[in-house]
């Protein structure tokens, strides 16, 4: 019986895969660990589902990580500087969302949404959605051009924001990352990041539990500071959070729609 030798196919890295290769290469120089804290989120489930306007999971978290951050001014800070290192903190914060387009398929996107502890959840979920219906190459240009610039010259770029002091730092990567794959009933514990910390949820479960997790930068946190802002995370979706969700309006934009 003859067994034929397996033959290989080699093809170009997809389109996409650029950036997020040099987040996943740069990461590992980052010492992350996660966090995790099991949340009773039934009230907020049921304010959410009750609601007079569609919102969804990332901007109910989004908005009340931000309330937590803009509390804790360390969630808005990072190691700067390239050969004398030092901690920078942005005065707001600026969150990176990742978002999935299977419009020619799965390509993962990184979406930038300043202060959303400053939008009404109407407005923070329009934001969202943008990120999510309109054409690539209109919401997310800059990355798709950063695609077409030679690997090492992309992360050597990447390198030197992540340890710039200067306030593009914070509108370029961000202050704080959002990820997560509770839409597909799955739960993304560890995933890299560049940012400080980064953020993730699963699924509830039938009690309203969720599981939500921290991956902080250990050059920055501690764990008891990022378990105190879980703790903090939890009472603010279970307080204002749910407040908000029970008086909710259509933003304008979406009443004319």
Known sequence: MSHAAPTVSIARLPEGRGCVNDVATLALDIPLFPVERLMSLESLATARRDSLVRVGWAAVFLKAYAIVAREMPSLRSWLAGHLHHRIA?????????????????????????????????????????????????????????????????????????????????????????????????????????????????????????CLVTVIADHRVLDGAAVAKALARLEAVLTGEITAELRTARPAPAEVAA
């Open 89 to 209: 903190t942005c005065s707001q914060s600026v969150a990176t969302l990742a978002v999935n387009r299977s419009d020619d398929g799965d390509r993962l996107f990184f979406a930038r949404i300043a202060r959303p502890d400053e939008l009404p959840l109407p407005t923070l979920q329009a934001s969202i959605d943008r990120f999510v219906r309109e054409p690539v190459d209109k919401v997310f240009k800059r990355q798709s051009q950063i695609e077409r610039v030679p690997g090492w010259l992309r992360r050597a770029i990447l390198r030197w924001n992540m340890r710039s002091a200067g306030p593009k730092r914070a509108t370029r990567i961000g202050t704080f990352s959002l990820s997560t794959l509770a839409g597909f009933s799955a739960m993304n514990r560890f995933h890299p990041t560049i940012c400080t910390t980064s953020l993730s949820y699963g699924p509830l479960d039938d009690d309203g539990r």
